[in-house]
Every structure is written in C-alpha cells, then in structure tokens.
C-alpha cells in the first residue's frame, strides 16, 4: 500500500508532461504554415517546391485532411499522374516529395502514420540512363543557328557550355572574380550538389572569355571582378 502515493504521483505526472494532440490540417495548410518555412531554410531552390506543390498537390490533395489520406488516395493521385503523361522519373519525384511532406508530419506529430508506405504503386521504372553526346555535325549546326540570333551573348555562351562542359546556371551566374586565367579555372560557389567545384578552361575556354569581355565592353557593360560575366544589356542582371 506503500506503493500507491507513489504510482499515483508518478501516473498524474505522466498525465501532464503528456505531448499535446497536434491541430488537424490540410495538406497545402500544413504545406504553407509549416513546411515551406522548413524548405526555405534548408534547400537552396525552395521556390521550386513551391511550384510543385501549387501544379500538382494543391489542386487534387491540398485540401485534404493530412490524416485522411489514404493510401488509395496516394495510388488514385499517382494513376492521374502517369494518364496525365508524365515520364516515369518526373512522376518518382513527385512521389518523393509527397512522401517527404508526409514524413516531416509524422516527425513532427501531426500524423499518427504516412499513408505512402501503404502505396500499391512502388518507383516506377525508368530505364537505364543514356548519355549521348552531341556529333561534330550537331555542334555545328547548333553553334551556326546561334550565330543567327540577335541576342548579343548566345553563341559565346553556348561555345563556353561545350568547351567547358558546365551547367548553364553555372555560367549564367558566373563573376569575373571566379575566373583565374592563370590558373585556366573557374570556380563554381555553389554547384547543383550545394559545394564549390572547379572547371578546367581549355586554351579555346580562355580565347572565348576574352570574347565575352569583348562584347561586354562594346555593349557598355562593365567587367570589374564583382560584374557578371553574361549580363542583360537592359537589366544589368544576369
């Protein structure tokens, strides 16, 4: 009987240290309150999830109960998604955002379970992946139809895409601070991965920057170490 005061105080301390029962939500409820401010400060492009979320879960799931998702619900979204003709591997992505938005509920206890590991429908397959390179006579052509156009820094720009191999983001948001022409580098800030890497510049590399410099001075532009290296007449951006 000793026990009891004991077991009594221990049970009613439990009672109040107890976690509280989350408010239900909707998906885009949870989405816009609680999930984008998550993204914006841990991705680099949050924009672009927002995007996703607006085209695709907004208009079908967004104004459904987290909770009451089912795992039909997710199959039945799925389905739309691949009648809608989306390729397998954009379908997978959507997917895992899905399921990411689901999880980061659960952790955060705003769901008891995630409907998505109930799914029938798994990753869909996608193939083996196939890089092919553009032919001489490919280049070719590319590099005369962007000699045609107007806009005054297409063909350099594409000539430094094939001399380099860099992601055109990569380019675009280059500074001549980046580029150590005696060192033949470029230096990407931030690539696609989140960290810095650098790009060899091939003697042909180089000859097409002093192009661009070139250019840039006709145009009026200036090419101080903080100017970008590919910037809109009008704007001044890149």
């Given at each position: 009987?000793?026990?009891?005061?004991?077991?009594?105080?221990?049970?009613?301390?439990?009672?109040?240290?107890?976690?509280?029962?989350?408010?239900?939500?909707?998906?885009?409820?949870?989405?816009?309150?609680?999930?984008?401010?998550?993204?914006?400060?841990?991705?680099?492009?949050?924009?672009?999830?927002?995007?996703?979320?607006?085209?695709?879960?907004?208009?079908?799931?967004?104004?459904?109960?987290?909770?009451?998702?089912?795992?039909?619900?997710?199959?039945?979204?799925?389905?739309?998604?691949?009648?809608?003709?989306?390729?397998?591997?954009?379908?997978?992505?959507?997917?895992?955002?899905?399921?990411?938005?689901?999880?980061?509920?659960?952790?955060?206890?705003?769901?008891?379970?995630?409907?998505?590991?109930?799914?029938?429908?798994?990753?869909?397959?996608?193939?083996?992946?196939?890089?092919?390179?553009?032919?001489?006579?490919?280049?070719?052509?590319?590099?005369?139809?962007?000699?045609?156009?107007?806009?005054?820094?297409?063909?350099?720009?594409?000539?430094?895409?094939?001399?380099?191999?860099?992601?055109?983001?990569?380019?675009?948001?280059?500074?001549?601070?980046?580029?150590?022409?005696?060192?033949?580098?470029?230096?990407?800030?931030?690539?696609?991965?989140?960290?810095?890497?650098?790009?060899?510049?091939?003697?042909?590399?180089?000859?097409?920057?002093?192009?661009?410099?070139?250019?840039?001075?006709?145009?009026?532009?200036?090419?101080?170490?903080?100017?970008?290296?590919f910037a809109n007449p009008r704007t001044r951006k890149p």
């Amino acid at each position: 009987m000793r026990s009891l005061p004991k077991l009594f105080s221990y049970a009613k301390n439990a009672e109040v240290e107890a976690p509280k029962q989350r408010t239900a939500l909707t998906l885009e409820a949870f989405f816009d309150d609680k999930y984008y401010a998550f993204v914006k400060a841990t991705k680099r492009r949050s924009t672009h999830d927002l995007y996703l979320f607006n085209k695709h879960f907004r208009p079908t799931l967004g104004a459904m109960l987290m909770a009451d998702i089912s795992s039909e619900d997710i199959d039945q979204w799925l389905l739309a998604q691949m009648e809608a003709g989306y390729k397998a591997s954009t379908v997978n992505k959507h997917a895992s955002m899905l399921n990411r938005i689901l999880n980061i509920g659960l952790h955060w206890g705003y769901l008891e379970q995630n409907a998505f590991k109930g799914v029938a429908i798994r990753k869909l397959p996608t193939g083996d992946y196939v890089q092919r390179f553009l032919t001489r006579s490919e280049i070719s052509q590319l590099l005369s139809a962007c000699k045609q156009s107007t806009h005054p820094y297409l063909h350099l720009f594409v000539k430094l895409l094939l001399l380099t191999g860099a992601r055109k983001s990569e380019l675009r948001l280059a500074k001549w601070k980046d580029i150590d022409a005696n060192a033949s580098e470029l230096l990407i800030a931030i690539s696609k991965s989140g960290r810095s890497r650098k790009v060899i510049l091939s003697k042909h590399a180089l000859v097409v920057l002093d192009q661009v410099r070139a250019r840039t001075e006709a145009l009026g532009l200036p090419t101080t170490r903080d100017s970008w290296v590919f910037a809109n007449p009008r704007t001044r951006k890149p």
